[in-house]
């Protein structure tokens, strides 16, 4: 059995609730922390290790601390629960199953940071959980854990969910921030960054849902001890939500030193591949990373086994590695199409650039139209190289990461199945008929001799 | 006074002290000539403009002269201020130039590219850009999006179909209307420019969205296919008006006056705004004072004519390379049309290339 932090009282009925949460441990790191000084939790967080779990992996202490804190001026806090990647709905089950467990982690945040309001901006589409969050902010403020002089020590906090309007680009912090403020949601520009100048110019961290969650058990357990689960730079433990050809779709938590391969295999999480169907790709980390065939994903390029870890993921860089992103586990078998599911993300980035920046106003618009002529047996040889060339000339020329999100699972689609995109374009009336298949893409490949 | 400190800075081999705070872009425009990046969306009256269009992108060789790292990707020099000892590489950068190709490219590929009836054309700052860094052909081969046109407005007319959502417009409008009535519809390539209810702008400096727009996006109905540009001669002229500074640029057909717009600096920037009078409804040599012809140094089909006092651009090559440039040829020494012993006026009707031949 894995180990379990956020997920320990999954199982416990009505855990939704601010009684049984208690009775079960809940609060104890709130009442914990509010008796420590504001900067010895920063400390806390800083030496566990903990990184971002939003997508960027960035470690959580040390934005912390880059906080600015001018004399009079009001900081906050800003959740990210706008959880639009995607393949990414990890955050989504901890705000709808584990309320109290959420907002115990804003509120020691909150705490830490400074921030008298905290605000939650989530995705639109969850219509449903705004009540569920409002219900448990109400339950705490009655148990005095929210509200004016919280547990007596003169700490004031209120947290505010706010709706977002359906919008992919909102989850990028500064557009997010924007958005929050009632305009329209553009990224800005950085510098000035949000710890400077975020909502209303007052100095704010965005931090998302399951980070702000882990600061619980970080609290209970201390930094050094949570720094100790999981291995090298990724510490503690990660959610993942896994779709796509697995038997046992879902939310995992897991101690990031499992392999990739017992992940997708073992019955503790996705049970395999069903029909005894074979892999044929992944994405390990949301659709904005790149995919990778089966053969790098149980080994890396030179040929160890690849661990479910920020590190291992990405060993090879993008040649030959991927990313941990944002815990969107997608899984592909034998019978899918890279073309048509290169072609569906291309779709998707198309429609929800916010149109600011040229680059990616334009080229993702065009990478979509290209890649449905191939899908759709129109395509020419010539167009796999221009959509090389145009994901290169948005990648690292735009305003926010969206751009590069959206240029990465063209390149590593075309990076690894380049010769499924040819057959795509040479057999245009077959290409209609079937899949190209698994073709050599779980072939063991060949390990570089070291030097 | 307070002391404001210099910082050294180098773009393309040429160092210059500037202001701290400056940004790139504007040192480059004080070097002048051939290092300054093209900006299409940056506008210096507008403070949150910048940063959009991507076409000033630049690569910074060296942070600082404390912190000597490069920068690891290109940034956008309209929005980027300068450090002390920054080495930036505009047009001595393969990356830089590679990119602002694309970023062309980006540009046009939904663009009507319908020139020859557009008001813009000759003055038309995606013209320019194309010109001077895009390529001769394109590799898009779909249908371009298609808007409506739209009146903004008795005086105003959005050609959607040729914007290039620098957010200029917004900004001005975001300056002058007290809601936010001007600004952007949907996003992605489907964005907009619109105004709330599709209402027209009422404001009395609204006309000025026109001339801050780079292309021929918005254009005045008041001139509307009334001359081409470079037919029109530009004058500057004054008047005493209550309501603005009066100075602007008349463009004249004879006596006739076709068009008003302010005066624009050499980055075609507008110098001052004018009020909506001024622009559409003096449209009569009586109404201006006129001080003289307009100096216009950008490198529109404008600049081509002959008027005095006309500013060259500085040619900086030979400091960008370090050394004089050398030609690859002297086309007086190979040219045959250049043969003195040729007497073109005897030649009956335009020289041929047949008539040089085998003298
Ligand atoms: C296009 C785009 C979408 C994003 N969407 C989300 C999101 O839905 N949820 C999230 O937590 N972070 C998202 N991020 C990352 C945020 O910008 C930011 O890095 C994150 O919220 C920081 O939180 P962390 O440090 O806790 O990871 C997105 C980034 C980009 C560029
Ligand atoms: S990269 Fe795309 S989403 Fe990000 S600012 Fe530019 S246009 Fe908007
Ligand atoms: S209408 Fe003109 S000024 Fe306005 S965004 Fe478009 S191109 Fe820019
Ligand atoms: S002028 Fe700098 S990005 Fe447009």
Redo the contacts between chains.
């Keep these: 059995m894995g180990i379990k932090l956020l997920l320990e009282n999954d199982h416990i009925e009505g855990i939704k609730n601010y009684d049984t949460y208690k009775k079960h441990g809940g609060y104890r790191a709130a009442e914990k922390a509010l008796k420590m000084a504001p900067a010895d939790i920063v400390e806390e967080v800083k030496k566990s290790g903990l990184r971002g779990r939003g997508g960027a992996g960035f470690p959580t202490g040390m934005k912390w601390s880059f906080l600015a804190k001018p004399e009079g001026v009001p900081r906050h806090l800003v959740c990210n629960a706008d959880e639009s990647e995607p393949g990414t709905f990890k955050d989504r089950y901890l705000m709808e199953f584990h309320p109290h467990l959420f907002i115990e982690g804003l509120l020691i945040s909150s705490f830490a940071l400074g921030s008298n309001t905290t605000y939650v901006y989530i995705r639109g589409e969850y219509a449903w959980i705004p009540d569920i969050l409002e219900q448990a902010i109400q339950e705490a403020k009655n148990a005095g854990w929210l509200g004016k002089n919280i547990q007596g020590t003169g700490f004031d906090c209120e947290i505010y969910v706010h709706r977002g309007a359906g919008?992919y680009?909102c989850g990028e912090e500064t557009a997010l921030i924007e958005s929050l403020e009632g305009k329209?949601g553009n990224p800005r520009?950085k510098p000035p960054f949000p710890a400077i100048q975020g909502v209303w110019m007052r100095p704010t961290v965005v931090n998302n849902v399951e980070t702000l969650a882990a600061v619980v058990p970080i609290i209970n357990m201390g930094g050094d001890e949570y720094a100790k689960i999981g291995m090298g730079r990724s510490t503690g433990s990660k959610l993942l939500s896994v779709c796509g050809n697995v038997n046992k779709p879902g939310v995992y938590e897991i101690d990031m030193t499992i392999s990739v391969e017992e992940f997708i295999y073992s019955d503790e999480y996705c049970g395999g591949i069903p029909k005894g169907k074979k892999l044929k790709a992944c994405i390990p980390g949301g659709s904005s990373v790149p995919i990778v065939p089966a053969n790098l994903l149980f080994k890396t390029a030179k040929g160890e086994t690849r661990l479910m870890n920020y590190e291992s993921l990405s060993d090879g860089g993008f040649a030959t590695g991927t990313m941990m992103g944002s815990g969107g586990f997608i899984v592909l078998d034998e019978d899918q199409c890279v073309v048509r599911h290169t072609m569906t993300l291309a779709r998707f980035y198309?429609?929800?650039?916010?149109?600011?920046?040229?680059?990616c106003?334009?080229?993702?618009?065009?990478m979509y139209?290209i890649l449905k002529n191939i899908e759709y047996g129109k395509g020419k040889m010539s167009d796999i190289d221009?959509l090389w060339?145009i994901q290169r000339?948005i990648e690292?020329?735009?305003?926010c990461p969206l751009g590069d999100a959206a240029a990465w699972p063209v390149a590593a689609a075309i990076r690894h199945f380049r010769d499924e995109f040819e057959w795509h374009v040479k057999n245009p009336e077959e290409s209609q008929k079937r899949n190209f298949g698994l073709a050599h893409y779980a072939d063991p490949r060949p390990i570089p001799a070291s030097a | 006074m307070s002391e404001v400190q210099n910082f050294k800075v180098t773009v393309d081999n040429i160092t210059i002290e500037v202001p701290a705070g400056t940004t790139i872009l504007n040192a480059a425009r004080m070097i002048g000539g051939d290092v300054t990046p093209p900006a299409m969306c940056y506008y210096t009256k507008l403070k949150e403009s910048g940063g959009k269009c991507r076409t000033c992108l630049v690569e910074v060789s060296k942070g600082s002269e404390k912190d000597p790292r490069p920068m690891p990707k290109l940034v956008p020099s309209c929005r980027t201020t300068v450090m002390d000892g920054m080495e930036i590489k505009n047009i001595t950068s393969e990356k830089v130039l590679d990119a602002r190709k694309g970023i062309v490219e980006f540009l046009l590929i939904n663009h009507p590219l319908d020139c020859p009836v557009c008001d813009q054309a000759g003055e038309c700052d995606l013209q320019n850009l194309s010109y001077e860094h895009g390529t001769e052909g394109t590799r898009y081969d779909f249908p371009r999006r298609t808007f409506e046109k739209e009146d903004i407005g008795p005086y105003i007319q959005l050609h959607m179909n040729r914007c290039i959502m620098c957010y200029r417009c917004v900004f001005t409008a975001d300056a002058l209307t007290e809601k936010r009535e001007h600004g952007v519809l949907e996003r992605g390539d489907h964005s907009e420019i619109s105004t709330m209810l599709n209402k027209a702008l009422d404001n009395e400096f609204i006309g000025n969205v026109i001339d801050v727009c780079p292309v021929g996006a918005l254009t005045d109905k008041t001139f509307r296919f009334k001359n081409r540009v470079w037919f029109t001669k530009p004058v500057d002229a004054h008047c005493s008006c209550t309501k603005c500074s009066g100075k602007v640029r008349l463009w004249m057909r004879g006596d006739e006056v076709f068009r008003v717009t302010a005066r624009k600096n050499e980055w075609n920037e507008v110098e001052d705004w004018i009020c909506n009078e001024c622009r559409f409804e003096k449209k009569s040599t009586k109404d201006w004072v006129i001080e003289g012809p307009s100096v216009i140094a950008r490198s529109s089909v404008i600049a081509q004519g002959h008027y005095v006092g006309t500013k060259k651009t500085p040619i900086v090559i030979d400091k960008v390379i370090g050394k004089d440039p050398k030609f690859l040829m002297n086309i007086h020494d190979i040219s045959d049309v250049n043969k003195p012993e040729i007497e073109l006026s005897k030649i009956a009707g335009p020289a041929h290339s047949n008539d040089f031949k085998g003298k």
Excluded: V
């Design positions: 919008a680009i329209r520009m198309n429609h929800e650039s916010c149109g600011q920046c040229s680059p106003r334009e080229g993702t618009g065009w139209k221009l060339d000339k690292g020329n735009t305003i």
